[in-house]
């Protein structure tokens, strides 16, 4: 069961590896984007600070936090339609689904690297942060850390398989990744706290994954907060999980089921 995760990896990580000015260019963009949120956390100064008590006052951990972990929304929403559409193109979609090997494996796999990857760049944020401009971290439990990174790329993941069953259905661009990555963005505490929100969209906030894992990780990362003490949102990403993973799978198959139906799945 685990060679064929593994065959997909190495797959994704030879193509990769095959351009590595791409690979440099996104290790520069990590220091680029550290120091362009730097710059504008001294424009922020101390203005935000009530804003930011819970999480430590320090603008730049708040928005670095944020801005990092937007890539798991960013990878989770977009790349499973990408891989479909990429396969759509090479004439490798239908080979693959005719393999005895499971929708959600396929999915799944083909994703494996570059989440593994994102989770580099994550982790490569962090040390910036750290040892560059001087963030101050206090990650008492590890655990905690990874289970909520799991729940929450889980939660993205289940749009992530209905965006990539538009793909399949329509052959166009995905609008539910867009209309999710720009609502996420706008109303999930990437760059403020949803607590700056009008009354009136603090409840549509709620109704977002990111808003949950972000503000769990955020306290887990810059307060040392454990598992327990962020029990409601664990419980949230575990709703969340429940409900989209199986959903998007169950979504993408149908859409599978109906290119299949009207001979359309080769069709780009």
């Not at 995760?5 to 000015?21: G, H």
């Not at 942060?129 to 001087?134: A, E, K, N, P, S």
């Not at 994954?209 to 990780?217: D, Q, R, S």
């Not at 887990?220 to 029990?231: D, P, Q």
Request: proline content about 3%; charged content about 10%; some cysteine.
């Amino acid at each position: 069961m685990i060679t064929k995760p593994i065959a997909f990896i190495k797959r994704d990580f030879l193509m990769a590896v095959s351009y590595r000015l791409n690979f440099i260019f996104q290790m520069g963009h990590i220091f680029v984007s550290a120091f362009m949120l730097f710059f504008l956390s001294k424009l922020v100064g101390g203005a935000a600070s009530d804003q930011l008590k819970a999480y430590g006052g320090d603008y730049f951990s708040f928005v670095l936090i944020g801005f990092a972990f937007a890539d798991y929304l960013s990878m989770s929403l977009n790349n499973f339609a990408k891989n479909i559409r990429t396969a759509q193109l090479q004439g490798t979609l239908e080979a693959l689904l005719v393999t005895p090997t499971s929708v959600a494996t396929i999915l799944l796999s083909s994703s494996l690297y570059d989440f593994l990857f994102s989770s580099l760049r994550v982790l490569l944020y962090l040390v910036v942060g750290v040892f560059i401009f001087g963030m101050k971290l206090q990650l008492n439990s590890f655990v905690s850390f990874i289970i909520v990174s799991v729940l929450t790329i889980s939660s993205f993941a289940g749009i992530g398989f209905i965006s990539a069953a538009f793909i399949i259905v329509f052959k166009q661009g995905s609008p539910i990744g867009l209309l999710a990555g720009i609502s996420s963005n706008l109303l999930g505490g990437v760059f403020y706290p949803i607590s700056v929100l009008p009354a009136w969209l603090k409840p549509v906030s709620h109704l977002l994954p990111i808003t949950h894992g972000l503000e769990a990780m955020r306290r887990i990362l810059l307060n040392g907060a454990s598992l327990f003490e962020v029990g409601d949102q664990v419980v949230a990403l575990c709703l969340f999980t429940i409900i989209l993973f199986p959903l998007g799978l169950g979504v993408f198959s149908h859409g599978l089921k109906m290119a299949r139906h009207d001979g359309s799945l080769i069709h780009y």
